[in-house]
């Protein structure tokens, strides 16, 4: 089981309370600084836990207003990246029990535009990978998007869950073997 | 390697191609549009928060201040009305120690009375006595009940006047 290496965009914990302090004062340049380190990932995952763009793309601005709010509580224990990767999910979480409310509101984005082209790749599995990933549970569908789709080591994603490492490995492992015998059914 | 593992990393090398990505121009002004506003309403509560203490503050002072007024009207009045009352009791010792001089000037004549009139003088100014002694045992009880004071008076009044007509009448019996 291996994950292809993408480097986080990682800020020193003195300049992450200075960031947090910046952002809690509305500092726009701290926000636009933030943006351009995380959105294009945190637009891929939030796509994935919401399933289209507006959502995807509602989820990110919540999260910034959620930053904004609480960037004065925020003590530097936990990476900038991290807190901020949490509060995102956290954001997914709720826009999706939301959405159970009322599912009529929840349209799909044809995936296949958005995801990057890979020539070795057949369009069909990642269509059906995507729609097998709708149909885990949240926890699931979290860990597996930050691990396998944007790279995360299973250390980020147990800070940003709030589980542990070992957890984390765990859910991941079970989670493929349950998505190995829909992809069998499916083929 | 066998097919289970094929299919897992089948899935791992499907999943890294999952990277959703697409321009949106408009997002990161309208994160900013949305902080900008929330931080507008944020100050705006601060203000009204601080708008809110002041008019509290204000309001409490006010109370305070019309309570001490109050409370410095009430003692006010109190000292007032205790200096009238001693100046009413001291008006009302003076006289009566006018009215005990003058029964001391008329006693003799009293005590063995030669004539009649003497003698209905003498039973006027007991029962003038026992109605002076009834006013002050129910003024003991309520000092600032100015009815009794003002019946108290008339009482004295009465008796100074009987014992002017005493000694007009001792005067009269003399020349």
């Not at chain 1, 952002?23 to 636009?32: I, K, P, S, T, V």
């Not at chain 1, 789709?149 to 070992?166: D, Q, Y």
């Amino acid at each position: 089981m291996t994950a292809f290496a993408v480097e986080l965009p990682r800020v020193e914990p003195i300049s992450d309370l200075d960031l947090a302090r910046r952002c809690a004062a509305g500092d726009a340049d701290a926000f636009e600084s933030i943006y351009h380190a995380h959105a294009d990932r945190m637009k891929s995952i939030a796509y994935h836990h919401l399933g289209n763009v507006a959502d995807a793309e509602d989820a990110v601005q919540e999260t910034f207003l959620k930053i904004h709010r609480a960037a004065s509580t925020y003590t530097g224990e936990a990476a900038f990246g991290t807190w901020l990767y949490r509060i995102l999910i956290n954001t997914c979480y709720d826009a999706m029990r939301r959405r159970r409310r009322r599912p009529q509101e929840a349209p799909i984005d044809d995936m296949v535009t958005l995801t990057r082209a890979a020539s070795n790749v057949d369009d069909t599995k990642r269509i059906m990978l995507a729609r097998l990933l709708r149909e885990l549970p949240e926890q699931r569908r979290t860990v597996f998007v930050l691990f396998e789709i944007e790279g995360f080591s299973h250390a980020e994603i147990a800070e940003i869950a709030g589980i542990s490492e070992a957890n984390s490995k765990w859910i991941l492992f079970s989670t493929k073997r349950q998505l190995q015998e829909k992809w069998k059914h499916e083929h | 390697m066998n097919t289970d593992d094929n299919e897992l990393d089948e899935i791992s090398a499907v999943a890294r191609t999952m990277h959703a990505t697409w321009v949106s121009d408009s997002l990161l002004p309208r994160i900013q549009r949305a902080i900008d506003a929330e931080h507008r309403r944020e100050r705006f509560h601060v203000w009204q928060l601080a708008a809110a203490v002041t008019i509290l503050a204000a309001l409490a002072a006010l109370g305070w201040y019309a309570q001490r007024r109050v409370r410095e009207n009430e003692f006010n009045q109190a000292i007032l009305q205790r200096t009238a009352l001693d100046q009413v009791e001291r008006a009302e010792r003076d006289h009566v120690a006018a009215i005990d001089r003058m029964e001391k000037l008329a006693g003799p004549k009293l005590e063995q009375p030669q004539s009649p009139l003497m003698v209905s003088y003498k039973e006027k100014l007991m029962l003038l006595d026992d109605a002076i002694a009834d006013c002050q045992a129910a003024i003991r009880t309520n000092r600032q009940n100015a009815q009794l004071r003002r019946q108290l008076l008339s009482v004295y009044t009465e008796k100074q006047r009987t014992l002017q007509d005493v000694l007009r009448e001792e005067s009269h019996e003399s020349r």
